[in-house]
């Protein structure tokens, strides 16, 4: 819900981010209005998403294995998602124990060649990676914590085990192959994993989905773990609290490893829909996990319409907006549903992303949208990705969701304009530009830049504030006007 006076605005802000941040609260995140000037309405920050999925190369590479029709394909997702102001991916990197990366834990994914375990001929997240920084679009590693392998049932063999992977530690369920939660030996080996990537690659945050422990609807007939329960859950009243508590350690223990190695990486979870479900099936405690503050951003699966009877989206999204606690809150929307024949009526219909955008807005702890997948925005079915484009339509800022590590921001200065064009000075790296019809009404992001001057087409009252490698905001420049 948009305030009505930009100064209450910016104390809730710091208020809010610095529980999230568990920083130093020195750093005011969010922009002030210059001092002796008349105060003004900056728009909502928001983290524009979408996921990438390789698993079975769904989204990319979609069955190519050339270095050039790989390349090609990438570069023609971000040139769009640059073109409708999409700020950030989530890629997966690891969908099924496997890497898009030179690993010394996992093999190379069979879908990069066609054989796992075989390389190809690029430093693959190397290039991603660069190609998105590139387009100023943040790229979030996806990994798959458990997953190893899946398979449609018994007869068919699941793949040979990583040379570095004790076969113990691994539990084979009719259709689908993890490694063991039980196991101490996982956790350790899985916060490796994460050292690893965020010790050779700069990603911009470490996202996990809701593969925890197995739904048995699409696991099939599962190995008991009573065994387990035996030897390692003393202490525990029930098997479900020590299946619970299993998923807790890896957790924190990604935690810890994200904090401890790059600890301005964004740690993110996406659960599904229903809270309880989480809870209760996975073995997932969202709520906690988030109150702990081992989760810096939560982006919940809710791909349901609005008005659903089992999981609707009004619902859901006021559950966990009295869960998220100290983490950003991204809401996650099923782009995939609309224009397929087979799903609800609200599916055939633009308007229900509309809908669910406007309830977003309204809850004031919602901070951006994420969007599932990649490939349902180049298909377009039912005009989805133009009316996506027009909620999209000026640039968003991403929020401060993480830990402060770079130098405070400094306020850009020199504010000047001659032949149309505004010019500054910004020592701090990115600039934002915005543009106030008045000095009353909300203002719009003109631009996210690295220059320090762009062309103006538009009468107003233009102000410039400095974005950090953080996504920490500089209080803003005083307001320079163009007729």
């Known amino acids: 819900m948009k305030t009505k006076f930009f100064i209450i605005a910016c104390s809730i802000a710091v208020l809010w981010i610095s529980g999230c941040s568990k920083t130093s609260d020195t750093i005011t995140p969010e922009p002030e209005p210059a001092e002796g000037e008349q105060t003004m309405l900056f728009p909502k920050k928001e983290m524009r998403a979408v996921w990438v999925t390789t698993a079975w190369g769904l989204d990319w590479p979609i069955g190519d294995y050339t270095e050039s029709g790989q390349k090609r394909k990438y570069i023609e997702y971000l040139d769009k998602f640059k073109q409708m102001n999409i700020n950030a991916i989530f890629f997966q990197v690891r969908a099924m124990g496997d890497a898009y990366y030179n690993s010394n834990y996992e093999p190379w994914s069979a879908s990069l060649t066609g054989s796992r375990g075989s390389g190809p001929n690029y430093d693959v997240l190397k290039f991603l990676i660069d190609e998105a920084h590139a387009r100023g679009i943040e790229f979030h590693a996806w990994m798959n914590p458990y997953r190893i392998a899946t398979r449609a049932g018994t007869e068919t063999a699941y793949p040979a085990l990583h040379p570095s992977i004790d076969a113990s530690w691994v539990v084979s369920h009719e259709k689908i192959q993890i490694y063991n939660p039980a196991r101490p030996e996982v956790r350790e080996r899985i916060v490796d994993i994460v050292r690893e990537l965020l010790t050779k690659y700069p990603v911009d945050g470490l996202h996990l989905d809701d593969y925890f422990y197995p739904d048995p609807t699409s696991a099939g007939t599962m190995v008991s773990d009573q065994q387990d329960y035996q030897t390692y859950g003393s202490g525990f009243g029930t098997i479900q609290a020590w299946r619970r508590d299993n998923v807790d350690k890896a957790i924190q223990g990604i ?25 209760n099936t996975l073995y997932a405690d969202l709520g906690k996990w988030c109150q702990q503050g081992w989760v810096d951003l939560l982006i919940p699966q809710l791909y349901q319409e609005i008005g659903n009877s089992a999981n609707n989206f009004q619902t859901n999204l006021s559950i966990w907006a009295q869960y998220n606690y100290s983490a950003a809150l991204v809401i996650g929307h099923g782009l995939y549903r609309f224009g397929d024949a087979s799903q609800p009526a609200a599916f055939q219909s633009t308007q229900e992303l509309e809908r669910q955008f406007n309830l977003t807005k309204l809850n004031k702890k919602v901070v951006g949208s994420a969007m599932y997948s990649a490939k349902y925005i180049l298909d377009n079915k039912i005009g989805i990705t133009d009316k996506l484009s027009a909620l999209y339509a000026n640039p968003g800022v991403i929020p401060f969701m993480g830990r402060a590590v770079a130098a405070a921001p400094t306020i850009p200065g020199s504010l000047s304009i001659s032949n149309d064009r505004l010019s500054w000075t910004n020592t701090s790296g990115r ?53």
């Open 255 to 279: 935690h810890q490893a994200v904090v401890s190695t790059r600890p301005e990486v964004v740690f993110s979870i996406s659960p599904a829909a229903n809270k309880d479900y989480n809870f």
């Open 431 to 483: 600039s934002v530009v915005y543009r106030f019809a008045d000095l009353v009404s909300e203002g719009q992001v003109v631009a996210i830049t690295s220059d320090n001057s762009i062309p103006l087409n538009q009468p107003g009252f233009y102000v410039v504030t400095a974005l950090n490698p953080d996504n920490q905001e500089s209080t803003s420049s005083k307001p320079i006007a163009f007729q």
